[in-house]
């Protein structure tokens, strides 16, 4: 008898045939679809889910990071996209895209130093752009224990932590240095990835994690969620006000207050080193992208009623994972800008 | 004179004994530390509801259900579209261009084609079948891994083509069975075994690749059989909560990994069984 | 040799004889749709890479030759060069080569010629797993288990025993941070020794019983029989599967973005973080912010295929070589 190779594949392709038809026969209405910044997908997940409770849509929502957000809605194969940084006008203009903040979160720097507790150590902007610059190098420099007389910090080396990835998180990382250091500025400048000076590069707000919980004398910076789920070491830094500060949501929420919105047409604002006594100086905001005068009107319509669900409702499913809902007066400029913007 | 060379080549048999006896150990040792860290990290969090809930948002209790079906589907797919082609390729590369420049340059084609970067063909597929539809789906991840599983397959079944003995094909030959037949019943049946390791090799592979889905079937948070709608995919789940601040999807990232590898396992011993099982009845 | 024997097959008195028009047609059919098959996997690979070069053009055409040698990678600048990328893609698999290849020669012996029979098949079955493990937790173990390890006991012996040597030297010092080319190296090894070992002992156990036999017969040793014949008999296959092997290795991903450290640093010590091209598509593509950042990016791919290109032309040629000095030596 002949068992050949075809035949057995035959069966095989008719049982998968019969699970491709089944696929077929449940077809979904269709759905809204966004991508972009990893540092919203764990808030706009949960929002998807309450708003999927609530009304039964579906909001699908992949993390694929900020460029690739940017570059998939300027494809239009989503419904909106999202960034970690904001477009400029310009180039919105061009693309025809409209673009409002959603949530706000900050970015922590952590250490590494055995017997030394979160927020004991105290930062200014421009000494950790010397330490990232490669300046200084040891954690008993003159420029780190003047701004910390109490804490006993060891003759070690400084092993600087980045992110390895392109990320939003790194662009407001560079974007603050570049405001609190000149020389940063001139030598490294800010981006979604910049060309580091110094120190390794772990991959993902994940992986800078388990690089500083590794390494003992290093330093690193993460999301606010990554450095209290880990239980890290975060540090209190210098805001412009002069005031050190410790991460939270109450100084996050500082932050994103002070900021002047109105000023800069399409919400075209970077939040770092805010002006105010609580201000946390690295808060950022995530920006999301929609057409203006997009092809499928119904899917989009569907989408702002979604994030005006969002920003209206969902500030208890945004705090509990640590993230910032955007202050009022925000959210109704927000929602003027859609009326006047988006058809 | 004769007794040191004999007691040269039995020290240096030993020698190759052992070593060969370390390699092994060597090869397992791995084996049995990342299933360790698989298993430790990953049964605490298995669940049935793993395989009978959605994937949940942050702070919510929930499966991998729709990633599961969703990997099985464009997984399936991927090897249904290129393992036929995949054979016959292979047989063109062993039966019909062997020594000839055309079967030399496609054979040196697919291996480099093996060793492009999957996310290169995510891009590939994200060009080809995205940008032209306008929107992700299930369809471009699985013509992307399929991708993945087409030249391991042309290799395997030209290798092992290759390897069947001439006499197998000039007896049938001289029958005066035609050469597709001999083909079919007879060189296939005789390299079977090698074609079916490398199919699922292919499939263990593109089992867990994250980087071809991400820019082809995205993910999806719901479930959904629809081909032509993003679908959700263990891999890219895995890669997405094992990447977040949250203990619980860790967990679930673990749970993913610890099945995948399994079902790997499993796929591996049933094959190896059925083949087993094969030879004795052929 | 082998064509030939198909070419007097079909030249032969069968051809004149009982052969239908029906199986001439299948035949002719069957042999054209083979042929289409293998060139669609022509065209697949034309078509990637022609939709790379076509991608990377802008790189190619802003930074010219300098691309290749370049160390910038200064997104910010918008200068991109490929050189630390390419050199540490070529280190690493280099490194994990050196691991894989007798690493698997042993086990395909183990497998084939000294294991007990009983112990064949579930050892094979258990070394052909490791390749189904998904690379990303080949990522997850290294980042959280292996680096840790690497860091605590390999890299601080390493720095001290071999560091201090004046040839070994430069490739053992630094900071024993558990992650960097060297701990890359090592699990691309692990990765690759699964492939290289099953095709090994597969092609080990086509070499016909009666010439082994015959061998033993005569009073060689198993280590003899292996290496002068077995060896030999299948050379070609096991080189095959050899560069199986390393292109695997050349384009891991997600393993390697996990342990290589990712730094855009050029250093001769293996201990120190580097970058990997396939790593640095990876880690970059989803955040390139600039069409030339994009640019430069696919372009690094274009050089993945050019480098794995060049690779095997090159073992090809080796090939060719021995095949000819094999032949050489039996007249």
């Known amino acids: 008898m002949s068992v050949s190779l075809f035949s057995r594949f035959k069966k095989q392709a008719a049982v998968l045939g019969f699970t491709t038809l089944l696929a077929a026969g449940s077809v979904h209405a269709a759905d809204i679809s966004g991508a972009g910044s990893s540092f919203v997908y764990p808030i706009l997940s949960k929002w998807s889910a309450s708003y999927n409770a609530k009304t039964g849509e579906r909001v699908n929502y992949q993390s694929i990071g900020s460029g690739g957000g940017i570059a998939q809605i300027k494809a239009a194969t989503v419904t909106f996209g999202a960034s970690d940084m904001p477009l400029r006008p310009e180039e919105l203009e061009k693309a025809g895209l409209a673009q409002f903040p959603v949530v706000i979160g900050g970015v922590v720097p952590v250490v590494n130093l055995p017997g030394v507790k979160a927020g004991e150590i105290r930062f200014t902007g421009p000494v950790i752009a010397n330490i990232y610059l490669g300046k200084i190098t040891k954690w008993n420099d003159p420029a780190i224990t003047s701004l910390n007389p109490k804490v006993r910090l060891p003759d070690q080396k400084i092993t600087v932590v980045h992110r390895s990835d392109g990320s939003g998180t790194t662009f407001n990382w560079a974007n603050y240095l570049s405001k609190v250091s000149p020389e940063w500025k001139t030598k490294v400048g800010e981006g979604t990835s910049v060309q580091w000076p110094s120190g390794i590069g772990g991959k993902g707000n994940e992986g800078v994690a388990a690089y500083v919980n590794q390494i003992k004398g290093s330093l690193g910076y993460v999301e606010l969620a990554y450095a209290l789920q880990n239980k890290m070491t975060f540090t209190k830094v210098k805001n412009k006000s002069g005031h050190f500060v410790d991460p939270s949501l109450e100084t996050f929420q500082a932050g994103a207050a002070s900021a002047d919105w109105t000023e800069q047409p399409d919400f075209y604002e970077v939040i770092t080193d805010a002006p105010g006594k609580t201000s946390w100086p690295i808060t950022a905001s995530v920006f999301v992208l929609m057409y203006k005068q997009p092809k499928d009107a119904a899917r989009s319509a569907e989408a702002l009623k979604f994030f005006k669900w969002a920003l209206e409702e969902g500030q208890s499913d945004a705090q509990s994972l640590d993230y910032v809902a955007l202050p009022t007066r925000l959210v109704e400029q927000i929602e003027a800008y859609w009326a006047k913007e988006i058809r | 004179m004769t007794t040191t060379l004999n007691l040269r080549r039995q020290i240096t048999d030993y020698g190759a004994r052992i070593m060969a006896t370390l390699a092994t150990l060597f090869g397992l040792f791995w084996l049995v530390w990342i299933l360790w860290t698989t298993v430790s990290n990953g049964l605490p969090a298995l669940k049935w509801s793993l395989f009978t809930q959605m994937t949940p948002p942050p702070g919510a209790d929930g499966g991998l259900l729709n990633a599961f079906v969703g990997s099985i589907i464009m997984s399936g797919l991927a090897v249904l579209i290129a393992t036929p082609i995949g054979i016959a390729a292979g047989t063109y590369l062993a039966e019909y261009a062997r020594n000839t420049r055309l079967g030399e340059t496609i054979r040196f084609v697919n291996d480099i084609l093996l060793s492009v970067p999957s996310i290169i063909i995510g891009l590939f597929v994200y060009e080809l079948m995205v940008r032209q539809m306008g929107h992700f789906s299930a369809i471009a991840g699985a013509v992307a891994l399929s991708f993945i599983v087409l030249p391991v397959v042309v290799r395997t079944t030209d290798e092992m083509l290759q390897l069947v003995p001439s006499s197998m094909r000039e007896s049938a030959l001289a029958l005066g069975v035609p050469q597709w037949k001999v083909i079919r019943q007879v060189l296939y049946r005789a390299s079977m075994a090698g074609i079916v390791t490398g199919v699922l090799l292919a499939f263990a592979r593109i089992s867990g690749e994250t980087a071809p889905l991400l820019f082809t079937a995205l993910n999806n948070q719901y479930w959904t059989t629809n081909l032509g709608e993003p679908m959700a995919n263990v891999p890219v789940v895995i890669f997405q909560y094992a990447m977040s601040p949250y203990e619980f999807w860790h967990a679930l990232a673990w749970a993913g990994a610890f099945v995948v590898t399994m079902l790997v396992l499993l796929l591996g011993l049933v094959s190896r069984a059925l083949l087993l099982r094969k030879k004795v009845n052929v | ?331």
């Not at chain 3, 669609?40 to 290749?68: C, D, H, N, P, Q």
């Not at chain 3, 250093?267 to 593509?285: D, K």
Request: hydrophobic share 55%.
């Open chain 3, 1 to 331: 040799m082998f064509k030939s024997y198909f070419a007097l097959a079909m030249d032969g008195p069968n051809k004149a004889s009982s052969h239908d028009r029906h199986d001439k047609r299948a035949d002719m059919l069957f042999s054209l749709v083979v042929k289409g098959c293998a060139l669609l996997v022509l065209i697949a690979l034309l078509g990637a890479a022609f939709s790379m070069l076509w991608g990377g053009r802008e790189a190619f055409a802003t930074f010219g030759w300098k691309f290749l040698w370049s160390s910038d990678w200064d997104a910010v600048q918008r200068k991109f060069g490929a050189l630390v990328p390419i050199y540490g893609t070529l280190v690493t698999a280099l490194i994990a080569m050196i691991i894989a290849v007798p690493v698997s020669f042993g086990i395909a012996l183990f497998l084939t010629e000294i294991a007990p029979a009983w112990l064949r098949t579930p050892i094979a079955a258990a070394i052909e797993l490791l390749a189904g493990i998904p690379s990303i937790i080949y990522g997850m173990w290294g980042l959280f288990v292996f680096v840790p390890f690497m860091a605590e006991h390999v890299d601080p012996w390493l720095d001290e025993n071999l560091g201090a040597l004046p040839v070994t030297g430069p490739l053992f010092q630094g900071a024993p941070i558990g992650l960097g080319m060297l701990t890359a190296g090592i699990v691309l090894g692990i990765m690759v020794i699964p492939f290289v070992a099953s095709i090994m002992r597969e092609v080990f156990l086509t070499v016909p019983s009666e010439i082994k036999e015959s061998c033993y017969a005569i009073g060689s040793t198993t280590w003899e029989v292996v290496w002068d014949v077995v060896l030999p008999y299948t050379r070609s296959a096991v080189i095959g599967g050899i560069f199986l092997g390393l292109g695997r290795a050349l384009g891991e991903t997600m393993a390697v973005t996990f342990v290589l450290g990712n730094a855009h640093l050029l250093s001769a010590s293996l201990l120190e973080p580097g970058n990997s091209i396939a790593a640095t598509i990876a880690n970059e593509f989803t955040e390139a912010d600039s069409p030339i950042y994009l640019s430069s990016l696919i372009a690094l791919g274009f050089l993945l295929f050019v480098v794995t290109f060049v690779v095997l032309a090159v073992a090809r040629l080796m090939l060719m070589r021995l095949a000819k000095r094999a032949g050489e030596n039996k007249q």
